[in-house]
């Protein structure tokens, strides 16, 4: 079974931009889609977007102007980065495994806090 | 922009009663793009069901899906007491791309 484990700042100042890292072990990220998943404290789950081994990303249209993802093959990672962040961007962020059209794999999750 | 409602908000039921569990989707879906999950306090969310009705491994048979087009259900035959948790479905593809139902709480009454 693939394990997915999410690392990076819990804590990112308004305006600036977070950055977090996903590396996946017991697997190949190749052939798949990497995908980031958020949740607000109390909340739902947000889909932000996905990339392929290939380098095809797609992205939540409400999050698209300040999302970036990428990967990196040879470290089995992939990272999320999203800019001009506010207090609304804090959530615990997920990262996860679509395999077909479901998330088959999580990570634990990692809360980021935005704030000054 | 497809929306998923998932209703009630909130089941209220006993150890041993059945659970049923709802999901509208407002444009159709095509089976194959409708997965439910459990989500426990502090976890992560945990696949339970994928192409509406299959079971993800390790899933026990209690767990079944159902559905077609905008009705989709997810059936607890016989709650046990690890079942209470926060259900979500889920759709891929249409705008945005991947969209969440706002979850259901199964809570032991």
């Known amino acids: 079974q693939v394990q997915l484990q999410e690392s990076g700042p819990g804590l990112v100042k308004p305006s600036e931009t977070l950055s977090l890292t996903c590396t996946v072990s017991?697997?190949?990220?190749?052939?798949?889609?990497c995908t980031w998943i958020r949740q607000p404290p109390g909340k739902g789950l947000e889909w932000i977007g996905f990339i392929h081994s290939s380098g095809n990303t797609n992205y939540n249209p409400s999050l698209k102007s300040r999302v970036t993802i990428s990967i990196d093959t040879s470290k089995n990672q992939f990272s999320l980065k999203l800019t001009s962040v506010t207090a609304a961007d804090t959530a615990v962020y997920y990262c996860a495994r679509l395999l077909g059209y479901s998330f088959d794999s999580w990570g634990q999750g990692t809360l980021v806090t935005v704030s000054s | 922009e497809s929306v998923l409602t998932q209703s009630p908000g909130t089941l209220s039921l006993s150890p041993g009663e059945r659970a049923t569990l709802s999901c509208r989707t407002s444009?159709?879906?095509?089976?194959?793009?409708l997965a439910w999950y459990q989500q426990k306090p502090g976890q992560a969310p945990r696949l339970l069901i994928y192409g509406a009705s299959s079971r993800a491994t390790g899933i026990p048979d209690r767990f079944s899906g159902s559905g077609s087009g905008t009705d989709f259900t997810l059936t607890i035959s016989r709650l046990e007491t690890e079942d209470f948790a926060v259900y979500y479905c889920q759709q891929y593809g249409g705008p945005p791309g991947i969209t969440f139902g706002q979850g259901t709480r199964l809570e032991i009454k």
């Open positions: 017991s697997g190949s990220i190749s052939s798949y889609y």
């Open positions: 444009q159709s879906v095509m089976s194959n793009y």
